[in-house]
């Protein structure tokens, strides 16, 4: 069983449509982060998220935490073929020292 | 500035065989981590050092593997003797503060036991 359920693991889309992804779990975290990863390259960091609510915007990109801290979204707006790549979320639980956790990834192709 | 690097690309031993892959911090960067994915699943912590010493190594799969981070700059992991489970695609990152700082990933060495 995974921590962290992202959803959904692949998506394909024409250019200029809009589209979210989703990454949620039944526990709750400090902190959350989004990455993007393409073929032969580690993941990059996109955004970290840490306070219940907060929503932060990146370009088109736009990235919610839940107000219980326990899932989050990443919406892109007007999808370009650059976008294409694979999305992973990474979290870390509350209390001390807690390694992160990757989620599996939401593999995305944007069709031109 | 340079980002992590790691080495090799790519390795493909036969079970039993022994490999040592070697990470490359970006410069300054006390905190250096392993990670693993395995085809079909997730990235997997595997631990964290900050300098030469291990803050968190409960991430490691069992004791075929060996990772060491000598004078706390660039570190290996050696995995022997290799089991055809151990595949996968191994990451580095390293970052300047402890967790949750930004982690900065290496592309990640592709390693394939037959």
Excluded at chain 1, 13 to 19: D, K, P, S, T, V
């Amino acid at each position: 069983t995974q921590l962290l359920e992202q959803s959904p693991q692949f998506l394909s889309i024409q250019e200029g449509e809009n589209l979210t992804v989703y990454c949620n779990s039944s526990s709750v975290f400090s902190s959350l982060q989004w990455y993007r990863q393409e073929p032969g390259e580690g993941p990059v960091l996109l955004v970290t998220v840490v306070t219940g609510g907060e929503v932060k915007k990146l370009k088109r990109l736009t990235f919610q935490f839940g107000d219980a801290r326990k899932d989050s979204s990443l919406h892109i707006t007007a999808a370009q073929t650059g976008d294409t790549g694979l999305y992973l979320c990474a979290a870390r639980k509350s209390g001390g020292y807690q390694k992160v956790t990757f989620g599996i990834g939401t593999k995305l192709q944007v069709i031109p | 500035e340079a980002g992590v690097t790691q080495f090799p690309s790519h390795s493909v031993i036969e079970k039993g065989q022994t490999v040592t892959l070697r990470c490359d911090p970006i410069s300054g960067h006390d905190n250096l981590y392993w990670y693993r994915r395995v085809m079909g699943k997730e990235i997997k912590f595997l631990l964290h050092f900050v300098k030469e010493s291990k803050q968190d190594e409960s991430g490691m799969p069992n004791n075929r593997f060996l990772a060491e981070r000598t004078g706390g700059t660039y570190s290996t992991l050696k995995v022997q003797p290799a089991e055809l489970e151990d595949s996968g695609v191994y990451f580095c990152a390293s970052s300047v503060k402890g967790p949750p700082g930004e982690q900065y990933f290496g592309p990640g060495t592709r390693l394939t036991v037959t």
